[in-house]
T-cell receptor, first 112, second 110 residues
Framework: EAQVTQNPRYLITVTGKKLTVTCSQNMNHEYMSWYRQDPGLGLRQIYYSMNVEVTDKGDVPEGYKVSRKEKRNFPLILESPSPNQTSLYFC???????????FGSGTRLTVV | GIQVEQSPPDLILQEGANSTLRCNFSDSVNNLQWFHQNPWGQLINLFYIPSGTKQNGRLSATTVATERYSLLYISSSQTTDSGVYFCAASPSGGSYIPTFGRGTSLIVHP
């Protein structure tokens, strides 16, 4: 089944403890991106990648890192999480620029 | 950057009613998508429709690129249609980064 898989679905962590949210797609998509969704602010893009080893900042990149060493994987790294990064995170992929997105199921992160 | 506005922000319907959701965008686009976020938070791609009209069951969408708007039609609404509907637009001639609207929250009562 074609899908984008994010893990974990839920995560509660403490301020400053490094964490990684994984994202993997099995559709051979070139384009992948990360979004955060907050009440009243909608979906905002954090980082995106147009292919292996090609990443770029979205609208809200501060406090996040990404890597794209393989086409299928695009992990989101929070080196030193803070409470303002408490949010619902989505990974998305698409075949090429200009085609439809497929979203992962989301990761609800709470930083205390 | 491109501005994306959706209306109405909230909509309450009785099961069986029809509705039209609107998405206005401030610049010419090469990509326009509609998504449904169900009450469990999942985001499902409904349409990729930079121009023209598409239909999928009870849902259809029309984008009039020259007028800078897109419409999502829901006919014979069902309770499972409840959730938030987002449109996302990517500007022509620039980066692919799509900008999302704030969404239309739909509640369908039985």
């Amino acid at each position: 089944e074609a899908q984008v898989t994010q893990n974990p679905r839920y995560l509660i962590t403490v301020t400053g403890k490094k964490l990684t949210v994984t994202c993997s797609q099995n559709m051979n998509h070139e384009y992948m991106s990360w979004y955060r969704q907050d009440p009243g602010l909608g979906l905002r893009q954090i980082y995106y990648s147009m292919n292996v080893e090609v990443t770029d900042k979205g609208d809200v990149p501060e406090g996040y890192k990404v890597s794209r060493k393989e086409k299928r994987n695009f992990p989101l790294i929070l080196e030193s999480p803070s409470p303002n990064q408490t949010s619902l995170y989505f990974c998305a992929s698409s075949l090429i620029q200009g085609s439809g997105y497929t979203f992962g199921s989301g990761t609800r992160l709470t930083v205390v | 950057g491109i501005q994306v506005e959706q209306s109405p922000p909230d909509l309450i319907l009785q099961e069986g009613a029809n509705s039209t959701l609107r998405c206005n965008f401030s610049d010419s686009v090469n990509n326009l998508q509609w998504f449904h976020q169900n009450p469990w938070g999942q985001l499902i791609n409904l349409f990729y429709i930079p121009s023209g009209t598409k239909q999928n069951g009870r849902l259809s969408a029309t984008t009039v690129a020259t007028e800078r708007y897109s419409l999502l039609y829901i006919s014979s609404s069902q309770t499972t249609d409840s959730g938030v509907y987002f449109c996302a637009a990517s500007p022509s001639g620039g980066s692919y980064i799509p900008t999302f609207g704030r969404g239309t929250s739909l509640i369908v009562h039985p």
